[in-house]
């Protein structure tokens, strides 16, 4: 049985052959980060895509010069193609799968895991462990027939990592008052060394079989003079899977960077919303593009407004009420965050415990080195963190369904 690797390259080959042998038209349903991510690698390999498929109206127009079509129509102009399902989430491809066997394709796959995989080490070219790459791989995938968020332990006693953040810099081209990070507040912000970015980084992922995603923030991650360095050293770790950055679209970072982020095949996400404050947006994407990284425009909320949050005044509710909330945070989509040292599971906590805005105490994160714990002691504290049910501090000066709906990015005076 060849290795997980060598199974996902010959799954991807076997799927362009025949391609290239029939001349059958290629759809790739979902006009998202999957799709494009199958479309880089048919790309690669010479293969046109005919057309994209989405069931979502508003992205039924183009999809980078491609047209994207219902999956009726599909059937009408391309009977016989061949559809590959750009979908992350096992239950949605299944549903899908079943909509196109019934407008009569047969050729339908959902493979995302291994076009993903072939992206990464031939497309892009990073560089790490390809195996425990495909191994990582594999196991997120497994997860997400739990549930598109689903984190910890999974049915197999994998033991996987919510959505993370790392804080590589408190440092900011906007004043935003309404940061969910706080960042305006900061009174003397600094950038965190690529040093101490990684040495976090790397003990955290060591606590997990899979950490399905890295998200680099700030602040503006692109003010990062040692950008370049974070992202090969976070891309040299084979059990991260998505290596992504958060920018406010107002820095255009260097070609070199930008060559670096390619390689690492790295994912940029700008926050949308922040209008002509987005200064360099179109010309991102335009280099973003050139350079082969995906890109997307991001909303925190459907409605695209962002929310002021109440005052953080004590609320003394009782611990039963606290807990809920809290519970309810960390099963939605709310990430943990890591930031000099320290794996938080809220922004408020890691960015207002700082400022003094909430209280902290040593049971509401985890120091990731210097205590002198061994690398198990260190796993299972933080397995235990991330897995507890009881409130943080934090939570009882929060009012986590309150606050006022505003705007995006209002600015506060320099
Ligand atoms: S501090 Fe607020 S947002 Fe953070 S986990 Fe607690 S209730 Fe949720």
């Not at 938080?344 to 509401?364: E, M």
């Not at 991330?386 to 309150?402: F, K, M, N, V, W």
């Amino acid at each position: 049985m060849p290795d997980i690797a060598e199974q996902y390259k010959q799954r991807v080959s076997s799927y362009i052959e025949e391609i290239k042998v029939s001349g059958e038209p290629v759809v790739i349903f979902g006009a998202g980060r999957a799709g494009w991510h199958i479309m880089k690698v048919l790309e690669y390999h010479k293969v046109s895509v005919t057309a994209f498929s989405d069931n979502d109206p508003a992205k039924q127009k183009t999809y980078y010069n491609c047209q994207v079509l219902s999956p009726e129509e599909i059937a009408r102009r391309f009977p016989g193609g061949r559809v590959f399902l750009g979908l992350f989430v096992p239950d949605t491809a299944r549903s899908i799968k079943k909509h196109f066997q019934l407008l009569n394709f047969r050729k339908i796959h959902y493979d995302t895991a291994a076009f993903f995989f072939v992206f990464l080490v031939e497309v892009a070219g990073r560089i790490c462990d390809e195996e425990k790459l495909a191994r990582s791989i594999q196991i997120l995938f497994e997860n997400y027939e739990e549930g598109a968020t689903h984190y910890g332990y999974t049915k197999k006693n994998y033991f996987v990592s919510p959505f993370v953040t790392s804080v590589i810099t408190q440092k900011c081209s906007l004043r935003c008052r309404d940061c969910a990070q706080l960042i305006p507040y900061y009174e003397n912000p600094v950038h965190f060394s690529a040093e101490s970015v990684i040495d976090d980084l790397t003990r955290y992922a060591e606590a997990f079989d899979v950490v399905p995603e890295i998200s680099f923030h700030g602040g503006e991650p692109f003010l990062h003079p040692y950008l370049k360095d974070i992202c090969l050293q976070a891309a040299a770790i084979p059990n991260i899977i998505f290596i992504s950055f958060v920018t406010n679209g107002t820095i255009m970072p260097s070609e070199d960077t930008l060559r670096v982020l390619s390689s690492c095949g790295a994912d940029v996400h700008q926050s949308g919303g922040y209008g002509p404050l987005s200064r360099k947006q179109d010309a991102l994407f335009e280099a973003f593009g050139r350079h082969n990284i995906y890109s997307d425009v991001m909303f925190c909320l459907p409605t695209e407004m962002w929310i002021q949050s109440s005052p953080y005044n004590k609320h003394a509710r009782p611990a039963a009420i606290n807990k809920e909330l809290y519970k309810k945070c960390v099963s939605g989509k709310i990430c943990c965050q890591i930031m000099d040292g320290e794996l938080h599971r809220c922004p408020l906590s890691a960015h207002g415990g700082r400022q003094g805005l909430v209280p902290l105490n040593t049971a509401d994160f985890v120091r990731l080195h210097g205590s002198g714990r061994s690398e198990s002691g260190l796993t299972s504290d933080i397995r235990a963190f991330l897995t507890r049910e009881q409130a943080i501090s934090a939570c009882d000066y929060c009012d986590p369904e309150g606050g006022t709906l505003v705007p995006p990015a209002i600015q506060l005076p320099r």
